[in-house]
């Protein structure tokens, strides 16, 4: 099996119904997808199952029920019981924009075998299409310590090889940036290579739980956390100086905005292609 594409859910409503179909609608049939509900009262995963019951593709959704303690629990349960050598986590609501996302990465994947990359040690990653401002947001396409500071690739946009995953489950002491540190630590502590897709993976619906006001501390805390886990003082005061000389509290607010938030990253997109 190719791919791993990884859905956690609890009481999902109508979100799980376009997450999973644009999983069974793509071209590359080697994948399976690992829905992994925490215990739903809602019956929309029982809804889903009754409903497709009759379709081929259907078997290629395989429910396990569990308690976990959230996400990121959820998301290590899941890692469990994955074959695929390639996992993609991708939430409800979120979906794969185009039919040839997992035969594009499939391509890109025979190309570093081909060149003798170690595939236990890699993580491709893509744009991503955001469903706040419905702009496409470009990936960098060199990942660096101030890329990693500042801003790294979409969750959702991300494969992962599965031995990464299992050597280094999200850590659940953290409740909002699990997953930056698993990044951080693919990057620094297990010298995976990066390689950009110059194509977007993921339409990330946005306004989920690291994004809501009562979070927003809570994430500057994690963030100063686990930097300081992977990067120097020295590294640190320097990515902090380059922030506030590029005035990132300015292009954050025109990245977030509807009215600026097109041209800034129509821009952005520029200027990593030159």
Request: overall charge neutral.
């Amino acid at each position: 099996m190719k791919f791993s594409v990884i859905t956690v859910c609890l009481n999902p409503g109508e979100k799980l119904n376009a997450t999973l179909e644009s999983v069974l609608s793509q071209s590359c049939p080697d994948v399976e997808i690992v829905l992994k509900d925490g215990c739903s009262t809602d019956g929309s995963v029982e809804n889903w199952q009754r409903e497709n019951a009759s379709r081929p593709e259907a078997e290629r959704v395989k429910v396990y029920t569990e308690k976990d303690s959230g996400i990121y629990d959820a998301m290590n349960q899941a890692v469990a019981h994955a074959e695929g050598e390639f996992l993609l986590f991708l939430n409800c609501g979120d979906v794969l924009p185009e039919d040839e996302v997992l035969e594009r990465t499939r391509q890109v994947l025979e190309q570093e075998k081909k060149a003798g990359t170690d595939m236990d040690r890699l993580v491709l990653y893509g744009d991503t299409c955001s469903g706040k401002n419905h702009v496409t947001i470009a990936s960098a396409p060199v990942i660096s310590g101030f890329t990693c500071y500042r801003n790294i690739p979409c969750h959702q946009s991300c494969f992962y090889s599965a031995a990464l995953c299992r050597e280094k489950p999200y850590d659940l002491q953290y409740k909002i940036r699990a997953d930056y540190d698993h990044f951080l630590w693919c990057f620094y502590k297990a010298g995976a290579k990066m390689r950009h897709m110059d194509f977007p993976v993921a339409f990330y619906e946005g306004r989920g739980f690291s994004e809501s006001p009562e979070n927003q501390k809570r994430d500057k805390q994690e963030h100063r956390r686990i930097t300081s886990n992977y990067m120097s003082r020295r590294e640190l005061f320097k990515y902090r100086g380059a922030m506030i000389v590029t005035l990132a509290p300015l292009r954050r607010a025109m990245a977030e905005s509807k009215l600026f938030s097109g041209v800034y990253h129509w821009v952005k997109k520029r200027i990593y292609s030159a």
